[in-house]
């Protein structure tokens, strides 16, 4: 597999680890200059989250950040976080969570990558604009 096609995939533990403009690029290139369309999706406001200690420990949301790497750019991220409890969420899955250890399994923690409830239907994934254009994978819709 040659270094052009080989995809490197990071897990981070902090935004600090990426440039705000990296992440930017993929979560909201819409908002190179402007306002973005989403600012949940923004650098500013996923590390407003950490700097607040509104994420991270003792918080029962433990950030695992994606990082997808293409010839040392970054190409693609995702926001993750390791739950421990599943306060906070949208739609509460306790009784899951309670059917799941009554019959003697583990359901914390878990991974849970927040998203819309109704995401735009150009919204695509979170991947970088030129891979959106010159690629266009199917996971991936250009805006």
């Not at 306060?87 to 309670?98: L, R, S």
Request: glycine share 8%.
């Amino acid at each position: 597999m040659s270094k052009e096609t080989q995809i490197e995939i990071n897990v981070l533990t902090s935004l600090s680890q990426i440039p705000e403009t990296a992440w930017d690029r993929c979560a909201c290139p819409e908002a190179v200059g402007r306002a973005p369309f989403d600012p949940f999706t923004t650098y500013r406001f996923l590390k407003a989250l950490e700097d607040s200690q509104s994420v991270g420990p003792g918080t029962g949301w433990k950030p695992h950040y994606l990082q997808a790497k293409r010839g040392g750019d970054t190409i693609g991220v995702a926001p993750l976080y390791g739950k421990s409890h599943s306060q906070g969420e949208y739609i509460f899955d306790h009784n899951f969570a309670q059917a799941y250890e009554n019959s003697g399994g583990r359901y914390y923690p878990k991974l849970q990558m927040p998203c819309h409830i109704h995401q735009p239907p150009d919204a695509g994934c979170w991947c970088a604009l030129s891979i959106r254009r010159s690629r266009n994978p199917p996971w991936c819709k250009p805006p």
